[in-house]
């Protein structure tokens, strides 16, 4: 059984087994929440199995609720159940699961995309229309700044040149 090392995998992880178990949210009264979680933060929820394959993600770049402990609960609950990419997980693979929360600074708007370090630096595109995809920083295979551009573009489907794309960082910190 996973063993959270910091407070924020550990709401996250108990969110999904409490959501796993019952189909419910359970939820800490917010006098029982630290400050740091009544910050208001973007982050992400990553469920790996025991071999280290991703077996869930969810969250967003920027945040949709005004405490940290409600976007935890809410993306560690979308991981666990509503990512696209995967299968929802279910009761007897509680056992066999490993959860990350990465916390999301601010997007910065990127003047020259040579300031850009694929390893520290997750990327945000946004084109003409509005349509936005991001990539996380230190993904596998993903060296170079151009290679998170194409990523990005190839994922959410966006098909403008780079000279016509809005880009931005941010910095992630990983919790487990």
């Known amino acids: 059984m996973f063993t959270p090392k910091t407070n924020y995998a550990k709401i996250a992880f108990d ?7 019952t189909g419910q949210v359970g939820k800490t009264n917010e006098s029982k929440i630290s400050s740091d979680l009544k910050l208001k933060m973007a982050c992400i929820v990553s469920i790996y199995d025991l071999n ?4 869930g993600q969810y969250g967003n770049v920027n945040p949709k609720n005004d405490l940290l402990y409600d976007e935890i609960i809410e993306n560690a609950i979308g991981a666990a159940s509503k990512d696209k990419s995967n299968k929802p997980i279910k009761n007897d693979q509680l056992n066999q699961i490993k959860v990350f929360v990465d916390v999301l600074s601010s997007p910065h708007e990127i003047e020259d995309k040579a300031e850009l370090k694929p390893q520290k630096h997750g990327l945000i595109i946004k084109d003409k229309t509005g349509k936005t995809g991001f990539i996380m920083p230190n993904m596998k295979g ?4 151009d290679k998170q551009i194409e990523k990005v573009k190839f994922d959410y489907k966006i098909t403008e040149d780079v000279e016509n794309l809005e880009l931005y960082y941010f910095k992630s910190t990983r919790y487990d």
């Open 15 to 21: 969110a999904i087994l409490f959501f796993v178990s």
């Open 52 to 55: 280290d394959n991703l077996i």
């Open 142 to 145: 993903i060296k170079t700044v």
